[in-house]
């Protein structure tokens, strides 16, 4: 078991939360998924594409110190919190810090384990079992600690997912009563995610030209440390392009203002690829724009970036 890789249940995804009854519903964390093993005083971390993340979490070693059972295989979601809320931009910026720097990264980013379910205790598999039963499990294994918390399930679908809404959340994930534990890669439908919609201030920093005319704006945001303190320095981190929300008339002045504001080379440290047929015109990040997007990709980049139309002579919100 404890050696062995195992690939995580994976959820369906619904823009409708699912209401009916038969439903228990948890948040969904914004973060990374990870495994965690645990047998006598050993513990591994296994995140989704099944890579060892062991060594990139030492604070973890506790695990087995926190869970009430001779060996266990639990599941859960490693986020970092940033304003008080889970940062998946702030995780990745440790994760992709690798093994550098370990014992620093431990104290400038913590990180916590939100533990949501219970594959294996005791010497024994618990896949066949029901939901609430190993549910039940968790709750008398677990020891909750700075670093280790179990996951709280609601019965009113609609009121957490209003909750999750006011504080800023990811979403919410509906788990099926009496449903067992399926492994991946293939989505089950015994659980069904919803995510919410994020936004963002984010400088535009380009124009992407397409036939001679503009077709989008190139996004990017002040570089942060791994401390997550902002480091205002001559270039960005691109984070992606965005042309949803933006009509012809909207391009068109931001045109025209990058035009007046442009300047030779990237903004960015991590300058988009120019793809065939396009140029880009550079312009200096003076101006904010709210995004909203559906997620970070593991790479730092929005997914599914859009924006309200709003002309570069409303956009400056710094």
Known sequence: M??????????????????????????????????????????????????????LYPELACLPELVKGRSFILDGELVALKDKRPSFYTLMQRERSGSANIPRLVKLIPVDYMVFDILFFNDAWLLKEPWEARQEILKNCLIEDHCLHLTPSFRDGRGLLESVKELGLEGVVAKKSGSPYVLGPRKSSYWIKTKLEQTLEAYAGGITLKDGRPASLLLGLDQENPAGVTVHTKKMRYIGSVSSGLREKDLAEWYRWGRENSRADSPFFNPPRVPSGQVFLWMEPLKKIIVSFNEWTPDLKLRAPRLAPMPPRHADLS
Do not use: C, H, N
């Open 2 to 55: 404890f050696e062995q890789k195992v690939v995580p249940m994976e959820p369906q995804a619904r823009s409708i939360l699912p209401l009916e009854a038969g439903f228990f519903y948890q948040v969904k964390w914004d973060g990374i998924r990870l495994l965690a093993f645990g047998q006598g005083k050993k513990f591994r971390l296994q995140g989704r594409s099944l890579k060892d993340k062991t060594g």
